[in-house]
């Protein structure tokens, strides 16, 4: 039994060596020694834009030249006007394996997709190989090292302890401001907006005539403040005032005191008429425009929406109303320490079975981050180029520095927007990357939403109702099943070679256990 015993506990750690290697193997992409370009290699890209053609222009013309330097790659593109539908696509093909092999989308999104076995490739590997890596020798195009990446897009997209995607474009979020309205009503702006300015201000704005025309603009319609993505609102808010939102370990702390506090407020500001919302109201931009808005924030990728010579105006020209359109930071609650959000699309690689058709996935996915496709895509929104490279280069500053000169590509509002980010890459932040973010995320926004409705209807905000919304958003969005992780947990899920270990190891003990036993009766039984 003891020679029996010893046998059992020899195998199982052979088997538990030949699992964890095995598990190893799965996880990483072995990177081909040499690329075969004797092979011709069909590779899927999803992407999204703005319902703006320069965008897809720009897509297809980098496909085009791409395919001119490796032209045994063909890549088939589909476009999407949302990046939630690319989200429940991925989600909806990796169950039939049928992802595609380029993405754009977001770290939350990859953190989903990675709850999948083998779905989303690791990118260290792939970043670091001489050759084919960042700035590799046998790359066919200047593309940048990884050290010409801006390090805090590049870190965005580093979690579980490894770099799944590449950042794309970077934005954040810009408050436009009707600086014409604002010193019509006695106003100056600020160095730097707070959040009690805004208030002030758009309280102020309220006054009405008679026969309930506003005295600003002389219309029956003003919403001095519209935010178009609740979610960034109440993140950056609560960034901002150094409160709870979550953390690395992905453990839920949205529902605090300070969110009671934020919530209480908007409640108030909604009774006096002074906010409202893009699901409620409608796009920002379009009042604003109109003249019937006074703060409106949204990403500075919409810039080209955005001011009375908007090159994509989006409503009818007897509507418009021109002012002097100012772009600012969000609203600080300190302005001495400026906080807003990093935002913008990264691109992931999907694992297939063919290593080589995974590193013609990784040659197109570098191609993205070359000066030629970083600065055509920059400049058809308020985006900046992800990497030191472009942003230096002398076609980039060129193009900073023409600001103004026309209402399209120089479009100034769209430059203001650009340098804003440009300018502030420091006072940036990101929100914790795991399983469930995306649903924190959209109920962080609900809980205003839900506020907007409800103070709209004349329903009290008080302590009572926030205890039934925190419990009926933390069940819409299920965040009670979200587990924090303890660092075990960020492994993923353990290999079935692992599971047959420990199964064994409980069976070895458990005969162990038995032998013991019936050793210590048999000696009992034996006279002394």
């Given at each position: 039994m003891k020679k029996f015993i010893a046998l059992v506990l020899c195998g199982l750690m052979l088997l538990g060596l030949s699992g964890c290697h095995g598990s190893q193997e799965k996880a990483a992409f072995v990177i081909p020694e040499e690329f075969d370009t004797s092979r011709n290699y069909e590779i899927i890209f999803w992407a999204k834009n703005d319902t703006n053609m320069a965008q897809v222009n720009i897509y297809k013309q980098a496909i085009a030249d791409f395919q001119a330097l490796y032209p045994n790659i063909t890549v088939n593109l589909r476009l999407y006007t949302d990046y939630g539908k690319i989200y429940n696509d991925v989600i909806t093909n990796i169950s039939t394996d049928t992802t595609p092999n380029v993405c754009i989308t977001y770290p939350d999104h990859i953190a989903t997709y990675l709850t999948g076995a083998d779905t989303v490739v690791p990118l260290d590997d792939l970043f670091a190989d001489p050759k084919y890596g960042l700035g590799g020798s046998e790359i066919l195009f200047d593309g940048p090292t990884q050290e010409e990446i801006i390090p805090k897009f590049l870190q965005e997209c580093r979690f579980n302890g490894h770099y799944y995607a590449i950042p794309y474009m970077r934005s954040t979020e810009a408050c436009y401001i009707n600086k014409t309205y604002v010193e019509a009503l006695g106003f100056t702006l600020p160095e730097t907006l707070t959040w009690d300015f805004v208030w002030e201000v758009c309280e102020a704005a309220?006054?009405?005539?008679?026969?309930?025309?506003?005295?600003?603009?002389?219309?029956?319609?003003?919403?001095?403040?519209?935010?178009?993505?609740?979610?960034?609102?109440?993140?950056?808010?609560?960034?901002?005032?150094?409160?709870?939102?979550?953390?690395?370990?992905?453990?839920?702390?949205?529902?605090?005191?300070?969110?009671?506090?934020?919530l209480h407020t908007i409640a108030e500001q909604v009774e006096k008429g002074t906010f409202n919302t893009f699901k409620l109201a409608g796009y920002p931009a379009n009042f604003l425009n109109a003249g019937q808005c006074i703060f409106a924030i949204d990403s500075t990728a919409g810039a080209t929406w955005m001011g009375s010579d908007a090159p994509l105006l989006d409503i009818a020209e007897e509507k418009l109303v021109p002012f002097e359109t100012a772009v600012m930071t969000i609203p600080q609650f300190d302005p001495e320490h400026p906080s807003m959000i990093s935002q913008g699309p990264s691109v992931c690689i999907f694992q297939k079975s063919d290593p080589q058709e995974v590193l013609a996935s990784w040659l197109f996915a570098q191609y993205l981050l070359t000066n030629s496709v970083q600065i055509a895509y920059s400049q058809t929104e308020g985006y900046v180029p992800v990497t030191s490279?472009?942003?230096?280069?002398?076609?980039?500053?060129?193009?900073?520095?023409?600001?103004?000169?026309?209402?399209?590509?120089?479009?100034?509002?769209?430059?203001?927007?650009?340098?804003l980010l440009l300018d502030n890459t420091d006072s940036t932040f990101v929100t914790s990357v795991f399983n469930g973010s995306t649903s924190l995320r959209n109920a962080a926004g609900q809980l205003i939403e839900d506020v907007n409705k409800s103070a709209r209807r004349g329903q009290t905000v008080d302590d009572a109702y926030l205890d039934e919304l925190f419990t009926e958003v933390s069940a819409l969005y299920r965040l009670d099943q979200i587990t924090a992780s303890d660092g075990k947990a960020e492994l993923g899920p353990l290999p079935a070679a692992s599971k047959a270990l420990l199964a064994a190891l409980a069976l070895c003990w458990l005969g162990m256990g038995i032998y013991a036993l019936a050793q210590s009766r048999k000696n009992r039984r034996q006279p002394s």
């Open positions: 309220m006054a009405q005539d008679s026969q309930g025309n506003y005295l600003l603009n002389g219309q029956k319609v003003l919403i001095p403040f519209i935010y178009k993505s609740t979610d960034n609102m109440m993140i950056q808010m609560l960034h901002q005032l150094d409160a709870g939102y979550s953390n690395a370990r992905g453990e839920v702390q949205l529902f605090n005191d300070t969110t009671r506090s934020l490279k472009a942003q230096s280069s002398a076609e980039y500053q060129d193009y900073l520095s023409r600001r103004g000169e026309d209402n399209d590509t120089y479009y100034c509002v769209k430059i203001d927007a650009a340098q």
